[in-house]
């Protein structure tokens, strides 16, 4: 299984950007896809998970209410819409895939390559 994400990108603060996960094969062990993101010095952390079956979502508190994460799974791909974005959003934004749901990496078998989300105030 790979992870191609997409869609990164220098935004002005206010700014919105939709990120892309595709997942080569959808098996058991991708049920759930989720975002994770890694600020400079920082560790990975949480942003939103979804499961294909049931289409659950979870969301970080910091991110509540601004972005919004979806599937499509014809074409086995997750999105994140993210609206008003901040500074403190910036970041390099992971998608990981694993068979049960969890708020922590160490839950997830694969991850993507990453794509920078740099929101200017």
């Known amino acids: 299984v790979q992870l191609q994400a997409s869609g990164g990108g220098l935004v002005q603060a206010g700014d919105s950007l939709r990120l892309s996960c595709v997942v080569s094969?959808?098996?058991?062990?991708?049920?759930?896809m989720a975002w994770f993101r890694q600020a400079p010095g920082k560790e990975r952390e949480f942003v939103s998970r979804?499961?294909?079956?049931?289409?659950?979502?979870d969301y970080a508190d910091s991110v509540k209410g601004r972005f919004t994460i979806s599937r499509d799974a014809a074409l086995k791909t997750v999105y994140l819409q993210m609206s008003g974005l901040k500074p403190e959003d910036t970041a390099v934004y992971y998608c990981?895939?694993?068979?049960?749901?969890?708020?922590?990496?160490?839950?997830?078998?694969?991850w993507g390559q990453g794509t920078l989300v740099t929101v200017s105030s």
């Open positions: 990981g895939t694993g068979p049960v749901v969890g708020t922590t990496p160490d839950v997830f078998d694969v």
């Open positions: 094969r959808l098996t058991t062990r991708t049920n759930v």
């Open positions: 979804i499961t294909w079956r049931e289409g659950k979502k």
